[in-house]
């Protein structure tokens, strides 16, 4: 086939890239908030929820794009449901024998992956009707722009509510009042209101930056 | 086939729920044995902890197995019975009548000195909360105590599994003048003399209630025994 399109094609490297900026899943769709907010108090299990739904998203793309011909339409989105709870049971069974610490910190969120509507959104919207390879790219592309956000918000609210970067301690001991210093952490940072409020501030930063998200 | 009839529906969705059953317990089958260990290491973890020492998933087996030199399983009479106080689920225990629990004990060598360590399990305010506590070997005054709890409220009753609340405990007595009188967990105004309270938790009061009477259900237990070993 002489029309074949290349595997990293200007259109699908566009699958993976504007998930991470213009239409970005947590700042722009505004989708998978609660977990972001529930799991990033510290960067830790913001990294490993973010390669969960990783996982979770691209599988799931790739196995609903390869069935997408022979799902029943009427029972297509039952069919969505299985395949990623299938893939999350497997990711949490993963998590618990492999990073048992980590497993129990994000305790039901692993479980709520399943719930996450940025997965049944491009399910839906995405692999029911392209190939695989795209749509294992826009899965990509889609949990990378959700990892990133939470990231960035983990590292924020550890640095600044515990004063350390993935259990490391940063702000120097001296520094903090109890110690004769002048420094305190901002217990603030650790609740999840806190959490919004950093994710208000990125979208307000990117909306800033890229005129073409305003709306009128 | 037509995909919209009914017959494909029912086939394709048969099919493909016994296809996920099957993965599923396959991975479940193949993963138990490290999910088990895990489970085995948090709680030897939590033994430890009890005692004042601090050990990570790498070496709380190798510190366990050095430090704990004993353990054996009484009954509430203090005699000792057959079992194995490692593996004992104290959720079935509890569920019995006092006389025919299995009581675990472990005994914990720290410079040369036994330490006493006993399980408990209670009731918190959403659900089960656990916990370790030792005892110096006059089997009165508590050398270190380690609690959890399943879904306590964070910021109040979950803060029983932090080392401020715990830390608390040291040194406090069990016993007055002979008889077993447990710590009270304290609101403020609550009086108890000082080396038998902690100081409960804000917002957390039932969770505190709940693991005073942790304690004193638990520790009236192992009344026998202690007495028989002080």
Known sequence: MS??????SKKNLKLLGDPLNSSNPITVQVLGICSALAVTAQLKPSVVMSLSVMAVLAFANVIIS????T??????????????AALVILVDQVLKAFVYDVSKQLSVFVGLIITNCIIMGRLEAFALGNKPWPAFLDGLGNAAGY????????????LFGSGSVWGYKIIPASWYIENGGFYANNGMMILPPMALITVGVIIWVQRSRNRKLIED | MDRNSNVYTFIYASGMVILVAAILSLAAINLKPFQDKNIEIEKKQNILASVNIEADATNAEEIYAERIVNTYVVNSKGEEVQGNAFTIDLKKERAKPVEEQLLPVFECQIDGNVKYIFPLRGAGLWGPIWGYVSLEDDMSTIYGASFDHQGETPGLGAEIATSNFQDQFKGKEIYDSGKLVSIIVAKSNETAPAEHRVDGISG?????????????DDLNAYNAFLNQKK
């Open chain 1, 3 to 8: 029309d074949r399109e290349p595997l990293f």
């Open chain 1, 66 to 69: 390869l069935l997408r011909n």
């Open chain 1, 71 to 84: 799902i029943p339409n009427r029972i297509r989105i039952i069919v969505q449901l299985v395949v990623i």
């Open chain 1, 147 to 158: 990892g990133w956000i939470l990231i960035v918000v983990g590292l924020a609210r550890e």
């Open chain 2, 204 to 216: 957390g009061t039932i969770t505190s209630k709940g693991l005073e009477k942790m304690l004193l």
